[in-house]
Structure formats: C-alpha cells, structure tokens
C-alpha cells in the first residue's frame, strides 16, 4: 500500500514590533509576522474599546477613543490559519486643560498672586509660568501653579500659564497684567488729558470772565 501524506500547515507567528504615541498627535503601530510554510496574507488590529482598528501591517491613527486599550495583532497565513494573537496595552489620554486665573491690575513694585491650576483625566505634573509673555517660561513647579512675581516696572504683561499631564500632553492658558503708577489717570474720564497747570489757568479765565 502507497503511504498517506498528510500535509500539517504550520500557523503563522504575530509580532507587534512598537506602538508609539506622541502628545496631542497620531498613534503609530509597527507589526511583523513569518511563517515558515507558506505567506502572510493579512492583518487585523484590533483595540478592546474601538474593535477593529486596520488591516495594514503598519498605520497610524488619531481616532482611538479616550482610554485604556488593549491592542490585539493577528496575521493570517495562505492557507486560512490565524496566528496566536499577541497584545500590548496602550492608553489615550486626552489634553488637559489650564486655568491660568482672572485679569489682574497692581502697581510697580507690588508683588502679584498667581493661582494657576489645570484639570486632566489622569493628573497634571508640571506647572510652568511666563510672566513676561516673551515665551519664556520663568518658574516651574512639579506640585502646583501657586507663585508670585513683582513687576517693576509699569506696563501690560501677558502672562501665561502651561500645564502637562502624565501623558505628555500639554495646553495653555493666559492672562493680564496691567501695572500702572498710582499717579497715572491718563484715560479715565474728567479732564485727563490736560496738565495741572492748564486746568488752573482755565479757572482763572472763567473766574476773570465772571467779574465782568
């Protein structure tokens, strides 16, 4: 009798070689497979929230939903097998929000409160300040966006505040700082525009005017 030959297809093996995710960017997805009979044919990636995300060996996306994934790659062979899928988590984090405070006016030499704060669905570590708005930032904080500074001299600042969250995101926020001499009411209704000495000759003629 003639021997059976039974052919045993060997399955194909999955490998996610990287997922990188950048801040506020695109999430790239690297994959590779072999198989020692026959052909890859196809991918499939798949994300526990977001379900099928891409046929391709290698994409990039922005879509996924906030949250923890986990990404699952499988890789079918010419012969109809699927390979074990392999798994890597992945979380989306969305962009934190900052809070940099209301408008504040104050003098030369005074020292100004600044009470930055940001909100995230993960946490904020870091706090930073540009006081000056010359892009700048000045002052940092790992702990909060509670700080000081004095402004000498008189002018309008641009003051703002950036926040990052423990995902790399990062978001801004700005305010205003007007500093102003006690002594400068330029603009601010009467008669600012005019000198001390013009306003008291003007009484005199209008009290000169009157003796007549």
Known sequence: ALPIWVYVNEPPVSTIDSI???????VYFNGSSTDVDGEI??????????????????????D?????????????D????????????????ASPVAIAGQDV???PGSTVQFSGAGTDDGS????????????????????????TFIYNNAGTYTVTLRVTDDGGNTATDSLTVT??????????????????????????????????
């Open 41 to 62: 044919i196809s991918y499939r990636w798949t994300s526990s929230i977001d379900g099928m995300i891409s046929e391709q060996r290698n994409f990039s996306t922005s």
């Open 78 to 93: 010419n012969e109809g097998a699927w390979s074990s899928p392999v798994s890597q988590e992945l979380r989306i984090s």
């Open 179 to 212: 500093v102003k001499s006690p002594g400068d009411t330029a603009g601010e209704g009467g008669l600012p525009s005019l000198s001390l000495l013009a306003v008291v000759t003007m009484l005199g003629i209008v009290s000169i005017l009157r003796r007549k």
């Open 124 to 147: 904020i570590t870091k706090y930073e300040w540009d006081f000056d708005g010359d892009g700048i930032f000045e002052w940092s904080s790992n702990e909060n966006g509670l700080t």
């Open 64 to 76: 996924l939903s906030i949250g923890y994934h986990t990404i699952i790659l499988e890789v079918l």
């Open 105 to 107: 006016s104050t003098s």
């Open 20 to 26: 990188t995710s950048y801040p506020n960017d695109k």
